[in-house]
């Protein structure tokens, strides 16, 4: 998975040439229809993912963690209560080893404020959660739509794509992704709706980083429908009359569902790390609604870390392990559907 | 700070200068009370490392861009205690500690300002041989050209703005404009000699000698306010009259001065010639100045807010650190803006000041050790005309008090609570965690507020400071800081609270108050020539402020300074509210 | 081949100027569609406490009620010619590349972006050295001992690196090296002042940015090492009897080097147009910091400097890996 710099989309293409060419070979194998002993390859490749322990590990944590985003928030107690009794009058440091953990506050409390850290942490799961997921579909549907039309029709149309692709590869994204946040509006009417606050930041971050993401779907989703177009398959369904659209949403498209999921899969750590990149830079959620970026923000630039490291540990914890089973499920993913890069 | 549309302001007496004066204190400048010996505090109320030894090579620290080195065109505390090294207004702050610091004495001038013609014309004596660093002699020209360059806004913005309030022909454009025929153009300073300058206002202005102690009154020849050097680029190598000047300055990033060989200690006592050199570098990060002040790689920290939360850890658990720390109370008031037009009801505005944790608000700053004191007056200890008390239980129920809170909401018809937005700054450390446990608080009450926030630059020129913008966007709080530009209470109050002050963009009176009690009672303050009676009359105007509910104090400001064990001649500067940096040296 | 180089030549000068171009309609056009007015702009520079006249003469000077495309023809034109601007008493020649004359600091952009690229320079420089030499190393052992505990060790910490934030690295290092141990101290010291603190001072940087970059690159060089030793041409060379280790590097790596040292390029133009997050969490004062000090004094000369500076780096290594890629692989040419 292509990340550049520093934890954004950066340069295009994917791993090894011989990728791009495998996986459709592999795919097509199976998914022609010629079964093989009865089997699909959707039941070869999750027999092949059940038995990559490591992936399944992801697994299990990512849907640990949405059942955490989805329902934590109403388990846990307020984010945004203050304790000020539970911490140090002189350092404002929270008493007690690793940070005032207790039964009370399983994770301990934040600095200054005295804030539940377990509940900030599950709120803030939520939002990068969600403005991960969203994103990522944002990006996968551009990507694809553009990627598929591009490697298919060619000619002027590819080259147009193709360019305006190297020219989203060209901005230095995280800049502008900041700058972005600070030009738009705090109230927004879209469609008759007033937006303002959280809701319309949130809906800000997710067009922001699928917008900037959907080259890397874009450029991937491209290669895949060159080498696929030349198949016969597109020559037979040709033969029966069938025309562009068709083609490309009934034929090639079925048949790129195992680099789109896998792309897709490994394409939200990377979102997850942007959102947390843009919160650390003071630009993602607005609090005093949690994000795990603007934790480690806090921690780090005010200093807190010096003084109580859980305070920056367990945001950063968090960030960490879900980048990480994404990224193994991910993986495990891609190695089921092409045994070749094995 | 003052508006254009001042109009009635009659004599504030002169004797408000002199009355500092009578605070005691040593005359001929920074030897005070010399206390050899360090403990916790101890600069702030003596000198500590009193010394007269020359030499070394002193390293200063500052963790932001300075808005500007040209004296003429900054506008923060940091930057007036710092440019005296290199620059000499025409009067300056007495350099002793305590309230001694807050007396004005002469520097240019041979004395303080001579009014007449009912405090509309001041007159000053320059002190004769005073050079510039190329050798010149500072004449009365070279100050009128200095106040001259204050009107080139569009090239030196950032200065203050009193002598386009205050002189008679505000509507000079600068020096650079048409540059042959508006040399020494301006008409309302006038040079009658070579060794004295007179100003001509529009209205009386007793506290004008509070004026020219800005920096900005400090000359400049025209001949070297051109080329390399000159308009925008004069910030690059500032004429000096003072004991440094600038050798090499690359900007934004490190200065380096050295002695004005030029300077006469004789005429200018209020500052030192110590160090031989004094490299001063900027946008250092603040842990790395914190660490470099502990290391004894640096041995000032210029910008005066004090040490991060690493280093007050170390330092307040180290008893040979805390020694060498000071925790003083730095004049600033932290609080917010409760604005009377989007929330026009004076019950609804006590309901939020009963509401307010003033404990979760303090430690949004640092806490009761190092953020400060909470507040119940708009007026800090610091400033003249000073008086406590404590309307809405800040401090026998600083957890905030929720019955009286609901009970005002009752009262103004809200029983159920409102909702309004929370205005503040989101590089102002403090400010956005003081936003954050003022709306936790609110909400106890069932006051939701939903908090927006913007970068400093913006904040009073684009956001808070522009009064459509508030209304349309229904700002009912605004988080903010003040000090006052000189140390009285007209300093500190007018600007925050007289109803003239309302302006549409860069606007201080953010509560937008106009109160027919508070006008007319600062009128009273200026007509009144009698110098108690003045200095009564500030806390009925903080107190009605109060009443109205228009400003929640939260903290008067507290920092906690290192000041490394080898710097010499270390003390509080009471009007900077930070040490005073033009007397420092280093032990030998 | 020089076609080829003309082409890409030209097409880059055409993606400059599309990027200067949204650029400038992001910047200056968004808020003025969001409602902001000239004179709210001009307000941002006047200091604490303008007068009207202030704000209206700043309007003035900093040419900010021109149209929009009489802006965009200045900056343009600055870039080829050279621009003057007016300090006050003079007019000051700004020579090409004149990247504009920034608002807050009343000086010209340039020379304020130069006195930065040092730093990003060698951060982004050393980084990459430490990176590539180290991915490509252990992605070379992994790929040879594949299945191993070395192997699995390798990929294990590869996919640490990549996964974690670099900020938290970052911090996590600087807790550790710097405050407690206090071993290392991360403050830019130029190399021509003094080479050895010079590295010093930045090991901890280059460290941290390298640990996420070379994760990967063991990544990449592991699966590009695995497809290549399976093909024929190394059975054969090894059938030739010539010494593994030439096998290794001089067939094998050699193939599966090119896609990473493409890659290499491109992530090294992108990091020379600012490693924001590493620069912010260090302190260290590049391109990255400069950026977003712009962003947060909406100086838009500023903005608009850098962020073509920075396309420039990206575009010119896009330009020269595929120039390079074109010498190396002759189909490429043909396109």
Known sequence: MRVGSEQLMAAPLDVSPAETQAS???????????????????????????????AMAGAVFIIFLILVAVFGPYIVQNPDTYHPNLLNQTLLSPNGPFGGISLAHPF?????????????????????????????????VIGVFFGLIAGFFGGWVDTLIARTMDVFLAFPLLVFAIALVGVFPSKATIGGVTLTGNTLRVLMLIFIIGFFSWP???????????????????????????????????????????????????????????????????????????????????????????????????????????????????????????PKSR | ????????????????????????????????????????????????NPSSAKGGTMTWDLNVTPDSTDYQNTYYAYMWDFVRLYSMPLVTYKSCPGKCGLQLVPSLATSLGTPSDGGRVWTYHLKPNVKFQNGHTVTSADVKYGVERTFAKSVLPAGPIYYQVLLQDNKYPGPYVDRAKNIMGLTSVTTPNPTTVVFHLNQPFADFNYVVAIPQSTPVEPSWDTGAHGGANFQLDPESTGPYQFQSYTLNKQLTLVPNKYWNAATDSQVKQLASKIVVNMNVNQSTVDQNLLAGYAQMDIHGLGVQAAAKDKILTSPSLKADSDNPVNGFLRFAYINTKVIPDVHCREAIEYAADKTTLQDAYGGPIVGGQIASTVMPPTVLGYKSFDLYKASSQPGGDVKDAKTQLQQCGKAGGFSFNIAYRTDTPGDPQAATALQAALKNVGINTTLQGFPTAKYYTNFAGVPAYVHSHDIGVAIGGWGADWPDGYGFLYDLSDGQTIIPAGNTNISEINDPVVNSLFNQATTTTNQSATTAIWPKIDMQIMKDAAILPIVYQKVLLYRPPNVTNVYMDDFYGMYNYAVLGLKK | ????????????????????????????????????TSYNLAAQYVGRNPIPSQIHAMEARLGLNEPLQVQFGRFLKGIVAGETYSSGPNRVH??????????????????????????????????????????????????LRRGTIIDRLSM???????????????????????????????????ITQNPLLWAKNLILPWVTLAFLYSALYARLTRAGMLETMNEDYIRTARAKGLPERTVILKHGLRAALTPILTIFGLDLGLLLGGAVLTEVTFSLHGLGLFTIQAINNSDLPEIMGVVLLASFFIVIANMIVDILYAAIDPRVRLQ
């Open chain 1, 216 to 338: 890397y779907m874009g450029r991937i989703i491209r290669g895949q429908t060159l080498s696929l177009r030349e198949r016969e398959f597109v020559d037979a369904a040709r033969s029966l009359g069938a025309r562009g659209p068709y083609i490309l949403f009934r034929e090639l498209l079925p048949n790129m569902v195992g680099p789109i999921l896998v792309y897709a899969t490994l394409l939200i750590p990377t979102n997850i790390l942007f959102e947390a990149a843009l919160s650390y830079l003071g630009v993602g959620i607005i609090p005093p609604t949690p994000s795990w970026g603007a934790m480690v923000s806090d921690a780090v630039q005010n200093q807190w870390y010096y003084i109580d490291p859980m305070y920056m540990f367990i945001p950063g914890m968090a960030i960490f392990l879900t980048v990480v089973a994404f990224n193994l499920f991910g993986d495990g993913l891609r190695d089921a559907l092409d």
């Open chain 3, 94 to 143: 700004c020579p090409a590349p004149c990247l504009g004359y920034s608002w807050r600091n009343q000086q010209p952009v340039w020379p304020l972006l130069t006195s930065n690229i040092p730093v990003t320079l060698s951060l982004a420089v050393g980084a990459a050295v430490i990176w590539l030499v180290s991915g490509v190393a252990i992605g070379v052992v992994s790929a």
């Open chain 1, 108 to 140: 301990g409390v934040d600095p200054q404020s005295g804030r539940d850290l377990l509940a900030r942490v599950v709120v803030g799961s939520r939002y990068s959660l969600l403005i991960a997921f969203l994103a990522t579909v944002l990006a996968v």
């Open chain 2, 1 to 48: 700070m003052i508006r254009r549309q001042i109009s009635g302001l009659a004599a504030l007496t002169a004797a408000g200068a002199l009355a500092l004066a009578a605070c005691g204190g040593s005359s001929g400048g920074s030897s005070g009370t010399g206390s050899g010996s360090s403990s916790y505090n101890a600069a702030v109320s003596s000198v500590v």
């Open chain 3, 1 to 36: 081949m020089i076609t080829f180089i003309i082409r890409r030549l030209l097409a880059t000068v055409l993606l400059l100027i599309i990027v200067s171009m949204i650029t400038f309609a992001i910047f200056f056009l968004l808020p003025r569609l969001a409602g902001q």
């Open chain 3, 156 to 190: 294990g910490t590869a996919l640490l690196g990549v996964s974690l934030p670099i900020f938290f690295t970052g911090a996590l290092a600087l807790l550790l090296f710097s405050f407690h141990w206090h071993i290392f101290n991360v403050q830019y010291v130029g």
């Open chain 1, 24 to 54: 459709p070979e592999a795919l097509i194998q199976g998914m022609g229809g010629r079964k093989i002993e009865g089997r699909s390859l959707g039941q070869i490749a999750w027999m092949r993912l059940r038995r990559d322990k490591v």
